[in-house]
């Protein structure tokens, strides 16, 4: 079984910097584009980042030039540096990954992780 493990979140005050970072464990063979979502209260979930095996990314619109996500295919990590931090950023957020299975790509989730940008 696959398992997409997040860690990092918490407070943080606003203009403040903080990094999630999520590992792609269990048995599959590779990768393919990885990310980040979140979904803050009575929202719908949204696109935070995503990065693709050549390294590619892909950015939500409010993140840009704030965030940046790096991922290590040796380790089947993404992570994500969040910097200037507003309170609007609070949210659940969710790593995902396109797996490859025995047979063909999945799709999977972290169960989420909760970021709260608050003074």
């Known amino acids: 079984q696959v398992q997409l493990v997040e860690s990092g979140g918490g407070l943080v005050q606003p203009g403040g910097s903080l990094r999630l970072s999520c590992v792609v464990s269990?048995?599959?063979?590779?990768?393919?584009?990885m990310g980040w979502y979140r979904q803050a209260p009575g929202k719908e979930r949204e696109l935070v980042g995503t990065i693709a095996p050549i390294g590619s990314t892909r950015y939500g619109g409010s993140v840009k030039g704030r965030f940046t996500i790096s991922r290590d295919d040796a380790k089947y990590t993404v992570d994500l540096q969040m910097d200037s931090l507003k309170p609007e950023d609070t949210a659940v957020y969710y790593c995902y990954a396109k797996v490859l299975g025995d047979f063909e790509y999945v799709e999977l989730w972290g169960q989420g992780t909760l970021v709260t940008v608050s003074s």
């Open positions: 269990g048995d599959f063979i590779t990768t393919d584009v």
